[in-house]
Each structure stands twice: as C-alpha cells, then as structure tokens.
T-cell receptor, first 113, second 111 residues
Framework: KAGVTQTPRYLIKTRGQQVTLSCSPI?????VSWYQQTPGQGLQFLFE???????NKGNFPGRFSGRQFSNSRSEMNVSTLELGDSALYLC????????????FGPGTRLTVL | GEDVEQSLFLSVREGDSSVINCTYT??????LYWYKQEPGAGLQLLTY?????DMKQDQRLTVLLNKKDKHLSLRIADTQTGDSAIYFC???????????FGKGTRLSVIA
C-alpha cells in the first residue's frame, strides 16, 4: 500500500510570509502527527490530529497551526515565517495514535530566507 | 519535562558490531523505540521494547533496557555500509502521549 506522502518536498519562502504543508496518511490511518526536525533541536513534536480533532500539542508558538480533514489528510500552516522556522517538517500517520506504529513521510524541507 | 540523550556520532568498521546508547529521564516511559533515518528520507521504525522487558532481539538488532539506570542501547551485529544512517531513540508514556525523540546518533560505517 502507498506510504505517507508529503507535499511539497521542498519550499523556499521569505521572512514574514506564510506557508501550508500537506500530508496524506496511509489509507485507513486516522491519526496524523507533525514534527519539526532541525540540526540544533532534533525532532520536536508539533501536534497530533485524530478524527479531525487536535488531540496533542507541542510547545510551539501560535504561528504554527494545523487541521485534519474528514479523509484524514492533514495540513499544517506557519504564519509570519522566521529564519528559525527553516527545518524539515515530518508527518507521521498511524491507525489510531502514538500507541500504534507511526509511519513517517519523507518530509518537507522548508527554507526561510 | 522529558529528555532523551544520545551521543551524536559513532564510527565503526564494516563487519564489527555497533552499539548506540540512549538515556532518558521520564520514569513513566512505557515504550522505547529505535528509528533509522537515511539521507533524504523520513524515519523508519527499527524496533521497540516495552518497559517490562530487559532485552529484545530481532535478527541483527539487539535492544537492551536498563530501567533502573534509564538506559537503552541498540546493538547492530555485523554492521554493513547500508547501516550508515542517523539512529533516533524515542520514548513515550502510556496512552496517546506523543513520542519524545533524542537528537540522533549518526552512524558511519567504514569499509
């Protein structure tokens, strides 16, 4: 079966702009989690959605938001981009949540200039 | 809050064993994981262990858990060049709590 897909794979934005990243989970998976990966901070949890509801949230400012649609696809949005938002954004899907195996997508590489 | 620590780099010769270490602080950690990340790819779950286990073996991989010292290790036997990657240790408590990752150990295998 198809894996987790993330679009776009690469993105270049300038400070102050906003960006929307998309994640399509594995068919049948209802939980989608988002992570930010940077060389300095490693992998940090952003949020998790299950059945269109945000179930867990990490320690990120309100500029980071997300949503999940009825088909389980998820988007995350970052507004008023800062240089420090440059990172690899990873999405992971699982059947029902972190208690099930999480399957990761290849990530979206965001560069903020 | 929870913290997971790993050494950043490890270099081994092809055919040798690799041991990647991890320590965690959360005593309520119930599940502990090892993930592998190859260049340009997402994370791939290698193996996991429940906190009520001491050891788990899966082909070339052996996971050891010392719950008293909150220390987890991953041993890769007969390390191959294809094992070169970043290895992440992660933990989580029970229920729907999210994973907490270490910063990853970059394993370089020298032919």
């Amino acid at each position: 079966k198809a894996g987790v897909t993330q679009t776009p794979r690469y993105l270049i934005k300038t400070r102050g702009q906003q960006v929307t990243l998309s994640c399509s989970p594995i068919s049948g998976h209802r939980s989608v989690s988002w992570y930010q990966q940077t060389p300095g901070q490693g992998l940090q949890f952003l949020f998790e959605y299950f059945s269109e509801t945000q179930r867990n949230k990490g320690n990120f400012p309100g500029r980071f938001s997300g949503r999940q649609f009825s088909n389980s696809r998820s988007e995350m949005n970052v507004s008023t981009l800062e240089l420090g938002d440059s990172a690899l954004y990873l999405c992971a899907s699982s059947l029902a949540g972190p208690q099930n195996e999480q399957f990761f997508g290849p990530g979206t590489r965001l560069t903020v200039l | 809050g929870e913290d997971v620590e790993q050494s950043l780099f490890l270099s081994v010769r092809e055919g040798d064993s690799s041991v990647i270490n991890c320590t965690y602080t959360d005593s309520s950690s119930t599940y502990l994981y090892w993930y592998k990340q190859e260049p340009g790819a997402g994370l791939q779950l290698l193996t996991y262990i429940f906190s009520n286990m001491d050891m788990k073996q899966d082909q070339r991989l052996t996971v050891l858990l010392n719950k008293k010292d909150k220390h987890l290790s991953l041993r890769i036997a007969d390390t191959q060049t294809g094992d070169s990657a970043i290895y992440f240790c992660a933990e989580r408590a029970s229920g729907n709590t999210p994973l907490v990752f270490g910063k990853g150990t970059r394993l370089s295998v020298i032919a």
